[in-house]
Nanobody, 123 residues
Framework: QVQLVESGGGLVQAGGSLRLSCAAS????????MGWFRQAPGKEREFVAG???????AYDDSVKGRFTISRDNAKNTVYLQMNSLKPEDTAVYYC?????????????????WGQGTQVTVSS
């Protein structure tokens, strides 16, 4: 079992930055691929970024060049650095873990989820 707790969300003006953190319980964090997803009001949850067990990364085109995912296995934590934020980035952001080495863009491939953290970007 893995428990995930996100933090770092909030209200920011367009062009600003936020860093989300996702702290994981358990001693096997390093064996999981991790992902960040988001869900805006009235929309389906969508893939934002992922990081593999070995540190490889993948991004949705809408955030490429603005967001950076990273992980610190010693701290059992995955991060999402979000720069140049836009109003369309407003959503609840979720952290997820999957019991495989590789990233996957489908949310159904993830085994564990956090409760989400709200990010609101004002224009």
């Amino acid at each position: 079992q893995v428990q995930l707790v996100e933090s770092g969300g909030g209200l920011v003006q367009a062009g600003g930055s936020l860093r989300l953190s996702c702290a994981a319980s358990g001693r096997t964090f390093s064996s999981y691929a991790m992902g960040w997803f988001r869900q805006a009001p009235g929309k389906e949850r969508e893939f934002v970024a992922g990081i593999s067990r070995s540190g490889g990364t993948a991004y949705d085109d809408s955030v490429k060049g603005r967001f950076t995912i990273s992980r610190d296995n010693a701290k059992n934590t995955v991060y999402l650095q979000m720069n140049s934020l836009k109003p369309e980035d407003t959503a609840v952001y979720y952290c997820a873990a999957r019991s495989f080495a590789a990233i996957h863009r489908q949310q159904s491939e993830y085994d564990y989820w956090g409760q989400g953290t709200q990010v609101t970007v004002s224009s």
